[in-house]
């Protein structure tokens, strides 16, 4: 079949008669085409420049023909890089629309002039080029990229893709029934729910999913926001509701949600005489009092075991303050890596030390929730008497938090 004639073609012929027009100066066309045909002259990552550069070099080109100086580059900084190995290299450059050449100075001096308006086209293109971006984003188009989860691309509009668009509704449901990104992304994981390209969803992620106004319906361009050509996946009252949560610190949204969450050592908490104690509360005067009580004294009364009732935050605190104890021990450091490097052995003595001390400045800012997760996950029994507190560890959780750890330094990495 043959090839269609075209621009790039005239061009070339051009180039090929001015050579030959030349041949009582000695001039010969050389046999090989550095022709960049549909790739832009402002960079100079092009196959055909670079072949012809390499040429150069070796000393198989003396006159570099082109049909106009942008032909070459557009660009006024990157020409300059090219006439350097001209010059290096003893090459003569000639245009053959443009008479003159870079061996002399007026030449050198026509050839900046011509370059700097075409590298003020080439800027006024790229202005054009973000005016008509922004007046599409004004009027709701969609301009390309990846879509958010929940959409794909028809006929460059954004439709949305209802399997991915009810996880999405999921979420921001979830984001505000729990107020945690931590805890919302280890669900996610469980569930099995990734990106639209099959990647885990993290935190990170998560945040900027929730903060996409292009699920209201909404299109963004540089943080102003226009009414979209696309449908939304979430109300408003759904967006406005975990907005109001995201704009609270982590440490306040733990601190309001605290009392609506499970006791911190509910089930894990035993007495001198081995009854189980159970979580209770009280308000006087307005405010939450919390206790654990022994089942020896619900069913037996006052009396009938030396420790029958603690406040929850004393007895908490005092767990926890061994719980961060245990995590700085080396026999619990070098114990916790042993166990996780027979599942991978590629994990270092440092990471598990690292995964351990990142969750001590961590555990304040945690929500309750994942609070009782990890003391269920690490404490097998806490026995509390007269004498003290004893606090029973289980070594397999230990190793499983410390992989969750490593697994959330390594997605933020």
């Known amino acids: 079949m043959e090839q269609e004639f075209n621009s790039l073609h005239a061009q070339r012929e051009a180039c090929e008669a001015y050579i030959a027009s030349q041949r009582s100066e000695g001039w010969v066309l050389v046999r090989d085409q550095y022709d960049d045909g549909g790739i832009s002259g402002g960079t100079l990552e092009r196959p055909g420049l670079k072949r012809l550069l390499a040429d150069l070099e070796d000393g198989l080109v003396d006159v570099v023909v082109v049909y106009k100086i942008d032909r070459l580059s557009r660009s006024l900084m990157d020409f300059s890089k090219l006439v350097e190995v ?34 003020f086209e080439r800027e006024v293109t790229a ?12 009027k709701g ?19 949305i893709k209802e399997a991915d668009a009810t996880n999405v509704r999921w979420i921001f449901a979830r984001f505000i029934e729990i107020g945690s990104g931590t805890e919302l992304a280890r669900e996610l994981a469980a569930r099995g729910i990734q990106t639209s390209r099959g990647n885990r969803i993290d935190k990170k992620y998560l945040y900027r999913l929730l903060n996409n106004r292009a699920y209201i319906g909404e299109a963004v361009h540089k943080g102003d926001s226009y009414p979209g050509e696309h449908d939304a996946i979430i109300d408003r009252a759904i967006w406005d509701k975990v907005h109001s949560i995201l704009t609270e610190s ?85 114990g916790t890596w042993k166990a996780a490097r027979a599942q991978d052995s590629e994990i270092t003595e440092a990471d598990a030390r690292a995964a351990l001390m990142q969750l001590e400045p961590l555990w304040d800012e945690l929500f309750p929730a994942e609070q009782a997760r990890i003391a269920t996950l690490l404490v097998e029994r806490a026995d509390i008497g007269t004498d003290g507190l004893n606090v029973r560890l289980r070594m397999d959780g230990l190793t499983g938090l410390a992989r969750e750890m490593m697994a959330d330094l390594g997605a933020s990495a």
Not at 93 to 117: D, H
Request: net charge positive.
């Open 86 to 119: 001209f010059d290096r290299n003893g090459v003569t450059f000639v245009s053959v629309t443009q008479s003159f050449n870079t061996t002399t100075s007026m030449g050198r001096l026509t050839l900046n002039i011509l370059l700097s308006f075409a590298q």
């Open 127 to 138: 202005e054009r080029i973000r005016d008509k971006v922004r007046a599409s984003r004004m």
């Open 141 to 159: 188009m969609w301009m390309g990229g990846v879509p958010p989860l929940g959409y794909e691309v028809k006929d460059r509009k954004l439709v």
């Open 250 to 334: 982590p440490r306040k949204r733990a601190a309001r949600t605290r009392t609506d969450t499970p006791a911190l050592l509910k089930g894990l908490l035993y007495g001198p005489d081995g009854a189980a104690f159970s979580p209770t509360h009280t308000r006087k005067g307005g405010k939450l009092y919390r206790y654990y009580v022994s089942q020896s004294v619900l069913k037996h009364g006052a009396g009938s075991c030396p420790v029958g009732r603690v406040p929850a935050g004393e007895i908490e605190t005092a767990v926890i303050d061994q719980l961060r104890a245990v995590f700085r021990q080396p026999e619990i450091v070098a």
